[in-house]
């Protein structure tokens, strides 16, 4: 019978066994799991009909691809075929950790987890749960955010339930993501690596191990990576980019999220945050906020684009495209 791409509204158990949840990977399900940099939604990377279970569950289009998670480095060769030697030094260094790399892939990863390309983006995350729960599944897990395609990437498990409840049946509790930025992607196909996207891994840190990291400025006709083309980490409200709190208007329906503040006090929700790391940890968290008080508005204050404020000004940026 057709339509079988509409979801049945299930009942969602959210719990803090990382056994119960790896149960769910092992029957082709999907669950949702605690990360350091934020919360994901898995799925075994070698079974095409439960990784389609995450694309349906978030309303994803299937061109963009998962990265895949595993507990140990001895597991990296189920997913990758081979890789060069500086990310033989990658590894040595960032993994685990908020880093992925993709490389060749293995033939056994489902070809929706790669969106149809022969490369893969593979991680281990550091986080105990995540790496216990990991563990117990014993496969590779596929597994983007685990929020509704476009909007803010979730670090709680409240916000996952708010995105998700009724469309996956199983959430593993954890603590607020760490990090709350998404994990760096670096291509590495080439006879040097370039960060596709920005993330917990600087790429001053990347380049302290392998000077020659670069920054992906063009896409090309052909994006490198393909999700990047999405409107991506969006709240309801019109994001702003400003260099100050004086260039906003403060009103009970605007918001400011930032590094400095004058005495204003009128905003409906305001955040200021002593360092970039507590901006980057608290941005969408903020954003989520913003929606549940209806705020129309939100300012962010510009960081430089050094350090961390790499990625937060690439996130800031996407969610201010509309
Ligand atoms: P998410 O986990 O939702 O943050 O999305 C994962 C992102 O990783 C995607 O949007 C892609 O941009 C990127 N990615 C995953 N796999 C690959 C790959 N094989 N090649 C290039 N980029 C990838
Ligand atoms: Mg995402």
Not at 165 to 174: D, E, T, V, Y
Not at 187 to 216: F, M, N, W
Not at 225 to 252: D, N, Q
Request: proline letters at 7%.
């Amino acid at each position: 019978m057709g339509f079988s791409y509409i979801l049945q509204p299930m009942h969602t158990i959210i719990t803090t066994s990382y056994r119960t949840a790896a149960k769910f990977i092992s029957n082709n399900e999907t669950t949702a799991f605690p990360t350091e940099t934020v919360y994901g939604l898995g799925a075994n990377a070698f079974e095409s009909t439960a990784v389609k279970k995450i694309f349906i569950a978030k309303g994803r289009p299937s061109d963009n691809p998962l990265i895949v998670h595993v507990a140990e480095v001895d597991q990296i060769p189920s997913v990758a075929s081979s890789m060069p030697r500086y990310a033989e030094k990658l590894v040595e260094e960032f993994f685990p950790g908020p880093l992925t790399l993709v490389l060749p892939k293995n033939k056994k990863i489902a070809m929706n987890v790669t969106a149809g390309l022969l490369t893969v983006g593979v991680r281990i995350p550091n986080n105990p749960i995540a790496k216990k729960f990991l563990k117990e599944c014993g496969v590779p897990v596929a597994a983007p955010s685990a929020n509704i395609s476009g909007s803010p990437s979730p670090t709680t498990w409240q916000a996952v339930k708010n995105d998700l409840n009724g469309r996956i049946p199983c959430i593993l509790k954890g603590n607020p993501s760490r990090i709350g930025v998404e994990s760096t992607v670096l291509d590495c196909t080439g006879s040097a690596p370039v960060i596709l996207r920005a993330g917990g891994i600087t790429l001053e840190q990347l380049r302290k191990i392998i000077p020659a990291t670069r920054l992906q400025k063009h896409q090309g006709a052909i994006p490198k990576s393909p999700g990047l083309k999405y409107r991506h980490y969006s709240p309801f409200a019109y994001v702003f980019i400003v260099s100050s709190m004086k260039e906003t208007v403060p009103l009970k329906s605007s918001a400011y999220i930032g590094l400095h503040s004058n005495e204003n006090n009128n905003f409906g929700l305001k955040k200021i945050c002593r360092t970039e790391e507590e901006y980057a940890r608290s941005l969408f968290h903020f954003f989520r906020e913003c929606d549940k008080k209806n705020i129309e508005t939100i300012y962010c204050e510009s960081v430089s684009e050094a350090g961390i404020g790499l990625a937060i000004m690439d996130r800031i940026r996407k969610a201010s495209y509309q």
